[in-house]
């Protein structure tokens, strides 16, 4: 597994340099067909770590938001989402990341947030403790350690976007967020890394996609 670890951060450091270069820049953005935004650095970024895992691991399954599935009957599946959170990387938010997970028969085994402007990581390997890559002069990483939290009103709450909940979830948000003590919105992936620190509590979101 520690020759799959250390290929899943050169796929994220990759990914970064590709992303850095377009983050605010000026560039087209267009819409898919349910209405999210994509751009040219989605597309590319993707691209070039779909090459990557090609030239190193020719027989692995390949799945990713921008080109799809690309199967070849292996057993390990690499899961891409090379920019989660568009809208704010359009917006020039820097808090969007990349997902990268590796999959053997559908198990995940080695998951990564990487937020590539903020150059913050947070790696997670199936049956052991996630860490946290600091960007810190000294880089040391950290365990992760979730929120001791038991009390939802005590409890700071992250969503996505409240429009993320069609009309028979919102009740049912709505109920939780009047419970919590604090609620915040926006955050994409960064708020799943934030979770897995301990730094927010609850992290409440609908229609995921599997990448």
Known sequence: MSEYLKFAHELADASGKVIRKYFRSKMTVENKADDSPVTVA???TETIMREMISKKFPDHDILGEEHGYQPTGSRWKWVLDPIDGTRSFVA???IFGTLICLLEQEI???GMID???LQERW???RKKESIFYPNQPDGK???CKVSN????EQSILYSADPAMFNNAQKPYFDQIAALAKLVRFGGDCYSYGLLASGHIDLVVEADLKNY
């Open 149 to 152: 939290q038991q009390k939802i």
């Open 92 to 94: 020039g938010m820097p």
């Open 115 to 117: 937020i590539p402007i």
């Open 123 to 125: 790696c997670g390997l």
């Open 42 to 44: 989605d597309r590319l």
């Open 108 to 110: 995940p085994q080695i």
């Open 141 to 143: 990483p950290l365990a």
